[in-house]
């Protein structure tokens, strides 16, 4: 988990070690919980109806969030972005700025 350090897996990271202080253990004992655990959090079942749930509404926008928050946030869709499809960056562009609250 060490080597976990950006985007949406240091996060999980963090969460993890909280809850390690908490509790005073690790959820993930061992390699086969760490399999699993991860799988859990970061493999979809269906890529594509989530990249769509995400993308084509409105839950990525801005919001009440800064503007550096907002573009950290859309980093992190990156892989989203491309389980969709858009290789053009003019619709990624788009795409962030329809999120913008201007």
Request: aromatic fraction near 12%; include cysteine; glycine fraction near 4%.
């Amino acid at each position: 988990m060490s080597y976990m350090k950006s985007g949406c897996a240091n996060r999980w990271t963090t969460r993890e070690f909280e809850s390690e202080t908490k509790s005073g253990h690790l959820r993930v004992i061992d390699w086969i919980d760490f399999e699993e655990e991860f799988q859990k959090d970061f493999l979809l079942l269906d890529a594509e109806a989530a990249a769509v749930n995400t993308l084509e509404t409105s839950t990525y926008f801005q919001g009440k969030r800064s503007v550096n928050d907002y573009l950290d946030a859309f980093k992190d869709l990156k892989d989203l972005i491309e389980d969709l499809g858009y290789t053009d960056p003019k619709t990624i562009v788009i795409k962030f700025c329809r999120g913008l609250d201007c």
